[in-house]
């Protein structure tokens, strides 16, 4: 299994690795060779798309999880690929909307509030998807700095449940350790993009759950 990190920060690829080997087996790492550590503006999701898209996967690779919340590159990458590429943003949306939910997306990156607002429309058509809400602070500072970004991050959770969502995904591959950490602390379901990935992955291959 190939996870595919669209952010050049190798730590972070290990992080999420670590997230879907849970329910995973063989999960190994590509990082971006070259783009931003952390994917901020729609400039950067771009370019993130087409590294990606041109990433030489290896031979014997079951399925490939592109691990971006925005899901950059996923469509090109399936395209030339024979086995399953889930987006991480996709399995999200569909796993928070399962059973007509209402949900949200919590993230600490405004730029991108459009792009996941169009993703989450495209991946669960006609679901009760109540919009984007942003953990205040600028995303590199925050990213720095656990305790403040969980602090931020749990706020927006909780305006979002104030607002009627049912379950809240904390949309970004970097900020799986946050979604962790947080799980025990929101009023609400809390979805998790890269577990849900690695689950729906795990189903697609009828991979074994012990």
């Known amino acids: ?5 669209p952010n050049s920060n190798a ?3 290990r992080a999420m690795c670590a997230i879907a080997g849970r329910v995973l087996p063989d999960v190994t790492g590509w990082t971006a060779p070259a783009g931003p550590p952390l994917i901020t503006s729609p400039e950067a999701l771009a370019e993130a798309a087409g590294h990606v898209a041109a990433a030489a996967i290896p031979e014997g690779i079951a399925g490939v999880i592109v691990s971006a919340f925005g899901d950059p590159g996923r469509a090109a990458l399936a395209a030339r690929l024979r086995v399953p590429v889930i987006g991480i943003g996709e399995a999200a949306a569909r796993a928070a909307a399962r059973g007509g939910r209402s949900f949200a997306v919590v993230t600490h990156t405004p730029a991108l509030e459009t792009s996941i607002d169009a993703l989450m429309h495209n991946a669960a058509p006609g679901a009760r998807y109540l919009g984007t809400y942003l953990a205040e602070g600028d995303p590199v500072a925050l990213s720095k700095d656990p305790e403040k970004l969980d602090a931020a991050l749990l706020y927006a959770v909780k305006l979002a449940h104030r607002d009627g969502a049912e379950a809240v995904i904390i949309g970004g591959g970097p900020l799986g350790e946050a979604a962790d950490r947080l799980a025990d ?3 609400c379901i809390l979805v ?6 690695a689950l729906a992955m795990r189903a697609k291959l009828r991979l074994p759950s012990d």
């Open 192 to 197: 998790s993009p890269i577990l849900h990935a």
């Open 185 to 187: 602390h929101v009023p």
């Open 1 to 5: 299994m190939l996870l595919v990190n």
């Open 11 to 13: 730590a972070t690829t």
